[in-house]
């Protein structure tokens, strides 16, 4: 049995609990948290430790799992924790993924320990497809839309706006974008031509409702840029219609063959997720059983799930694999 611990006990760290229970070769030996344990409940009557205690349990957790946010924990927590066990995380800003890399692996090497990071569906599985696609068709154009699903980046940074009491806020594929690629015709699609963002919101009573969607779909980095839609609800609708936290998205590579490149073919790798943290923690615990058996095999440092041979993640046998999915 791989002896898994969590390391945050939020929505990811509750995905990874129920993940576990799907998978008989592993094992939850405890959730660390910062709160305190003796007011926090698992699922699975889970035992709760402070995260404290971690550095005390080396020798009873095989894959420490990572479940707290990229923009302050992961960054100290995943190069601190690799000194101690073989870790996964889900570190997702995109252009800091090479400055984390560096940092893990230092430490990982140095301990002997075998640390997965960036794993997910988008980076993750996505970041796998858009090698695989690329590599076939060398001659060829990526794209990723990503939706309908809930940016939760994005509902906070609405939360924030003076007047407003809760809010949703959807990232739409703009459909004509999204037939053009599967056309093959290759276009040049700029940001606001890709996605729309549908923002739903509950205001405070008496607040300014012109100011709020003025300033939410002038807001830089986060609407600007696209076509945003801002909608008003009552708190009872929101609670009712956009309380999950669906999501998924599209990877496509547009390519072409033949000796004067005359032949088109178009590869499609997609997701709808009624749940974007459970499915993720579903792509964690497979990769730390990959952690788990690459440790055993040597496989030291840090590692992203381009260096992680496929079979690794299985729970079944290379004979199996090969009877059953080859």
């Not at 995380?89 to 140095?110: C, G, K, L, W, Y």
């Not at 890709?194 to 609407?223: Q, S, W």
């Not at 590579?253 to 459970?278: A, C, V, W």
Request: proline residues 5%; charged residues 20%; negative net charge.
């Amino acid at each position: 049995m791989i002896r898994i611990g969590i390391f945050g006990y939020g929505n990811l760290g509750k995905g990874v609990e129920c993940a576990i229970q799907q998978n008989p070769d592993m094992i939850l030996a405890g959730v660390f948290t910062r709160r305190d344990p003796g007011e926090v409940k698992t699922l699975t009557n889970a035992p709760v430790y402070k995260i404290e205690d971690a550095v005390n349990m080396a020798n009873e957790i095989d894959v420490m799992i990572l479940c707290g946010g990229s923009a302050t924990d992961l960054p100290e927590q995943t190069p601190q924790l690799a000194k101690l066990f073989n870790v996964v995380d889900s570190f997702d800003t995109h252009a800091r993924i090479p400055e984390h890399f560096a940092n893990v692996d230092d430490v990982a090497v140095q301990s002997g320990k075998t640390a997965i990071i960036s794993v997910g569906w988008d980076p993750g599985m996505f970041s796998l497809n858009r090698l695989y696609a690329g590599a076939v068709l060398p001659e060829g154009k990526d794209y990723t839309f990503w939706g309908k699903g809930v940016s939760q980046g994005h509902s906070d940074a609405i939360r924030r706006v003076e007047g407003v009491a809760d809010a949703r806020q959807y990232t739409v594929p703009v459909q004509e974008a999204l037939d053009a690629v599967r056309s093959g015709a290759n276009p040049e699609l700029t940001t606001r031509q890709k996605h729309t963002r549908e923002c739903f919101v509950v205001a405070k009573e008496g607040a300014d409702l012109a100011k709020i969607e003025n300033e939410i779909v002038n807001m830089p980095n986060y609407f600007a840029d696209y076509d945003t839609t801002v909608t008003f609800i009552s708190q009872e609708e929101l609670d009712k219609n956009h309380k999950g936290i669906p999501h998924g998205g599209f990877v496509i590579r547009s390519g072409k063959t033949g000796i004067n490149k005359e032949n088109n073919h178009i590869i499609e790798y997609s997701l709808k997720l009624d749940s974007n943290p459970e499915f993720t923690s579903s792509v964690l615990v497979a990769y730390a059983r990959a952690a788990y058996r690459m440790n055993k095999m040597g496989m030291v440092g840090c590692k992203t799930v381009f260096d992680v041979p496929p079979a690794y993640l299985s729970a079944f046998d290379g004979a199996y694999l090969r009877k059953t999915l080859l």
